[in-house]
């Protein structure tokens, strides 16, 4: 039995995809940490892919309700790891406690099972196992002990392995094998019945917005304010579209540019026509997803330069270079100007 842990949209899909190829019996754990996960539960039930789907309340609990989780596992959870035999428990997403907990209980009953993390993302690419844990959390599984379930996970599944920058100790890299067109059809079928049909129209130029100003960094959000003011008062363009981040609370007033709702999820909504546009952003992952998820290629515009490098996190820079390359053998094009007469010349 082969079981995977998620808790996201994103790794419904890399879940999806790697099921495709393994000829074993599956059991989903979904938490409850996104919107329609109880839909996803109840669709991914009926799809025949997965032995069970363990749904995992958890939103909905207080900090002290999910901390005491963390300690002394539900019945629900204990149940499904007695039922069956595992042979390999695939974590995908970060929640460090509740997966060394997860690790402790299945270790005592399961001796022979392996453990592994799943792609969540670039992060995994660039070192977010190792280098995004929280201190607290570090703090709290010292003190108890529980530290040393981790390093029971032993190999990192990646749909494009060749782009890893970071150097994980002790993780054999494992490649998901590319996804087929007839693939992609079927994966995003199940996903529509989730989410409903998510479609983007026709674009040029897509601008995927990001939340620097919740985050503090005012002189990043100012220069990325600049560029999309600028394509707005000087847009010769049809079809040019704003997707704003889903925790951005600031509106923009942007006539000349036509809003995406910013609920849609990009990842599943992207079709082959994204191939022929534009997609402009300072540093967003979701830029990558169309090829790391689908293969398509379209002409990419980092403004991470154009901004100040302190936009980008630690090794990320390496990433984009190691990506460039790959896209570019695709046939994909990627400019990342330093000023902006080079910016703009790439924009019209």
Aim: overall charge positive; aromatic content about 14%.
């Amino acid at each position: 039995m082969i079981g995977f842990w998620c808790g996201s949209p994103y790794h419904l899909l890399i879940v999806l995809h790697m099921c495709r190829t393994i000829n074993k019996r599956k059991v989903l754990f979904l938490y409850d940490t996104f919107p329609r996960a109880s839909i996803a539960t109840d669709v991914l039930r009926k799809s025949g892919i997965f032995e069970t789907v363990v749904f995992i309340r958890d939103r909905e609990n207080g900090r002290i309700k999910r901390w005491y989780q963390h300690i002394f596992m539900s019945k629900e959870l204990k149940d499904a790891f007695r039922c069956y035999e595992y042979e390999n428990i695939i974590f995908f997403g970060f929640d460090i406690v509740k997966i060394a907990g997860v690790i402790k209980f299945v270790k005592r009953i399961h001796p022979k099972c392996n453990f592994s993390w799943g792609e969540d993302g670039v992060g995994s690419y660039i070192g977010i196992y190792e280098n995004a844990i929280p201190f607290k959390s570090v703090l709290w599984m010292r003190c108890s002990g529980m530290f040393r379930y981790i390093s029971y996970i032993n190999t990192l599944y990646l749909t494009h392995p060749n782009l890893l920058v970071y150097k994980y100790k002790n993780l054999n890299v494992k490649e998901i094998s590319k996804i087929s067109y007839a693939e992609r059809s079927s994966i995003k079928k199940i996903l529509s019945n989730i989410f409903g049909e998510c479609t983007l129209p026709d674009i040029n130029l897509l601008i995927l917005q990001q939340p620097f100003g919740q985050d503090n960094k005012k002189s990043i959000e100012k220069k990325q304010n600049e560029c999309i003011r600028y394509i707005n008062d000087n847009n010769s363009l049809n079809h040019v579209y704003i997707k704003l981040h889903p925790r951005e609370t600031d509106i923009y007033s942007v006539p000349n540019i036509e809003l995406i709702d910013k609920k849609i999820l990009f990842e599943l909504a992207v079709d082959e026509r994204i191939n022929m546009s534009t997609i402009l952003t300072v540093n967003s992952t979701a830029a990558l997803t169309p090829f790391l998820l689908w293969g398509y290629t379209p002409k990419l515009i980092f403004l991470y330069r154009f901004c100040g490098n302190e936009s980008l996190v630690q090794n990320m820079s390496e990433f984009i270079s190691k990506f460039t390359i790959e896209y570019e053998k695709e046939g994909g094009i990627i400019k990342i100007p330093a000023n902006e007469e080079v910016l703009y010349e790439n924009l019209f």
